[in-house]
């Protein structure tokens, strides 16, 4: 992304409509974890399915904004920038290994959420070592895995039957 770098009118819609999904996703079911001060959600099922849907770019601000926004509004404070930057990271690595929807395989999408998901449950799993120690890291790593479970249950699923609808 240089200094030209647009996002057509459809891209930016595209963004905000999925961004507002995952804001609302993440919150309406929120599950506190007591140990490192966040909590289950699902959100990421829509992250996953924006990135594997519109790329790795709309997947990235949708994801990381969206996700970042929910925790603002819920009053996970200590949690907005690295949600922004972790959820941003998985969409984007998911949109990236899923290539283009047009031609994308079953397999491609199970291997973008996949390693998508890794680079979240990582990704919180650092910051938590860090912030709380491994004891407690570890400690939500399960629901972790599990939310990126649920991700990939829908996600996978409802962009594959959504690749040849939806078109920018």
Known sequence: MGANFRLSTKELAATAVMGALATIATMMFAFPIPATSGYFNFGDAIVMTTALVFGPVIGALAGGLGSGLA????GWYNWVIFTAVIKGAEGYVAGVLAGDPQTRTPTKAVLAWFVGALVMVLGYFIVQV????????????????????VAGV????????????IKL
């Open 71 to 74: 925790d603002l509004l819920g």
């Open 154 to 165: 829908i996600g996978v699923p409802v962009s594959i039957a959504i690749k040849d609808r």
């Open 130 to 149: 860090f912030m709380y120690g491994f004891g407690a890291a570890l400690s939500e790593a399960p629901f972790n895995l599990i939310q990126m479970t």
